[in-house]
């Protein structure tokens, strides 16, 4: 089945611990990006990549690193979290060249 | 700044009468705007496309319409039903830009 698969689904942890969310799509899509969405704020781009080793800013970076060494992985790292990034994360992908997105199934993501 | 506004945050409709949900933008010429369905807690589905040069296009009990004048596409749902209930976003795109989102429209069909 094609699918955008995110990891962890729910997440809680602490100001300043490391963390990473998993992305990883079986469709060899070459555009992968993340997105955040936060209430009354809708979904707002974090980073995209247009391919392996390829990757570009959206319009909320800030805090946020992506990699992108594989073209099925794309994960999210929080090198230092802090509570403005409690927020529900998804990932999605699509083939270059063409206009549907596919999403993942989300990452609630709470920073105390 | 581009900016793209969808009509109201909530809305509340009878079953079986049709739903329009309203998206507008501003400051950019799009070729072409995607609709997309979410339901609480899971990520966006695709539902429709339409181009820049379409009026109109159908699926089922949805209709999409496109009219680059106004800057606005409406979306349809005809013979709503409560599992019609969601919210639904639109994105405007043009070329190869990344795709943005208005913030929704959170449809409940009431039996």
């Known amino acids: 089945e094609a699918q955008v698969t995110q990891n962890p689904r729910y997440l809680i942890t602490v100001t300043g611990k490391k963390l990473t969310v998993t992305c990883s799509q079986n469709?060899?899509?070459?555009?992968m990006s993340w997105y955040r969405q936060d209430p009354g704020l809708g979904l707002r781009q974090i980073y995209y990549?247009?391919?392996?080793?390829?990757?570009d800013k959206g319009d909320v970076p800030e805090g946020y690193k992506v990699s992108r060494k594989e073209k099925r992985n794309f994960p999210l790292i929080l090198e230092s979290p802090s509570p403005n990034q409690t927020s529900l994360y998804f990932c999605?992908?699509?083939?270059?060249?063409?206009?549907?997105?596919?999403f993942g199934a989300g990452t609630r993501l709470s920073v105390l | 700044s581009q900016k793209i506004e969808q009509n109201s945050e909530a809305l509340n409709i009878q079953e079986g009468k049709t739903a329009t949900l309203t998206c507008n933008y501003t400051?950019?010429?799009?070729?072409?705007l995607q609709w997309y369905r979410q339901d609480p807690g899971r990520g966006p589905v695709f539902l429709l496309l339409?181009?820049?040069?379409?009026k109109e296009k159908r699926k089922e009990r949805l209709k999409v319409t496109f009219d680059t004048t106004l800057k606005q596409s409406l979306f349809h749902i005809t013979a709503s039903q409560p599992a019609d209930s969601a919210t639904y976003l639109c994105?405007?795109?043009?070329?190869?830009?990344?795709?943005?989102f208005g913030k929704g429209t959170r449809l409940s069909v009431i039996a």
């Open positions: 999605a992908s699509r083939r270059q060249g063409e206009i549907i997105q596919y």
């Open positions: 469709m060899n899509h070459e555009y």
């Open positions: 990549s247009m391919n392996v080793e390829v990757t």
């Open positions: 400051n950019y010429s799009p070729a072409y």
């Open positions: 339409i181009r820049e040069n379409e």
């Open positions: 994105a405007p795109r043009s070329g190869n830009t990344p795709l943005v």
